[in-house]
């Protein structure tokens, strides 16, 4: 499939949102003037929310242009008038890279979405693989989140869950962690989002989050961390989900680095300005 050039969407014909506009809140009437649920999304167990994601019906897109791939705003409803809305990321809209395989960048989302399930943190948002407007992709529960509020503000307020973002990306090899991918939701709650540059098989770590460098990763978290580890062996459902995203190798290095993060688990250190990507917000 041909994807240097999409011609699939008319942005012209959009409504499009710059960098740090609002789209509204949970708790008003809703998206585009339409009622998307209300406070009942913020009330959305995991499992209620992906059968949201993957049945909901899904509106019209709308394009989010910041990003170097396509990715659209997406309301999502049932038959029961519940609904949220939906980051929207299609496989025709992504744009190629040398060093990850065409197409993938959408299953890496989801993988990490499952990974993180798995372990129990970060709070990576819930995500589904499902057709939509332009085709098959990932569709991630929107976070309605301070836009205030990124990595800076969270590295002084909220140090744990930066902790644990550092050490998962570490894990999954995140190739673009940027200050603006760390949320502070309505809730509270810090998330994380963008993982589309995930589990390569070369060493491809660019991150914003050093604060930790040279440091011991907590013992709770090497704890959990020690129980993945058990758990990818054992073949558990949500196993056959991941190795369903990512290749047979990427799996493998996985494993593998993660066996090497416990045998010693310090933060690495920032070698070079490559080690933090561009740009860097």
């Known amino acids: 499939m041909d994807t240097t050039s999409p011609t699939f969407f008319d942005s012209s014909k959009a409504h499009t949102y710059t960098k740090g506009e609002r789209v509204g809140s949970m708790k008003s009437k809703g998206f585009m003037g339409q009622d998307v ?37 997406v309301t999502i409803q049932d038959g029961n008038d519940l609904g949220c809305w939906g980051i929207y990321k299609p496989l025709k809209g992504e744009a190629p890279l040398w060093d990850f395989p065409s197409g993938t960048l959408y299953k890496r989302e989801y993988a990490s979405y499952v990974l993180s399930a798995a372990l129990g943190w ?56 940027k200050a603006s991918h760390c949320l502070l939701g309505q809730d509270g709650k810090v998330s994380t989002i963008d993982h589309g540059l995930t589990f390569n ?23 959990d961390l020690e129980k993945l580890l058990e758990a990818l062996s054992s073949r558990e459902e949500w196993v056959d989900r991941l190795c369903s995203s990512i290749s047979h190798e990427e ?31």
């Open 122 to 177: 970060p709070n990576v948002p819930p995500t589904v693989i499902r057709e939509g407007v332009h085709g098959i992709g990932s569709v991630q529960l929107f976070v309605d989140a301070d836009p205030r509020v990124s990595y800076l503000e969270l590295r002084q307020t909220h140090v744990e869950d930066m902790q644990r973002i550092a050490a998962f990306d570490w894990l999954v090899n995140n190739a673009d962690r």
């Open 201 to 223: 098989t070369e060493f491809k770590l660019r991150t914003v989050v050093w604060d930790f460098q040279g440091t011991t990763i907590p013992s709770n978290l090497v704890e």
């Open 37 to 73: 649920g209300g406070d009942a999304v913020l009330r959305l167990s995991e499992e209620e929310a992906l059968a949201l994601l993957s049945q909901g019906q899904m509106g019209s897109p709308k394009l989010v242009p910041a990003g170097s791939n396509y990715t659209f705003l």
């Open 251 to 281: 799996m493998d290095v996985l494993g593998h680095r993660l066996r090497n993060i416990l045998k010693e688990p310090v933060f690495p250190l920032q070698h070079t300005y490559h080690s933090v990507p561009w740009p860097w917000f």
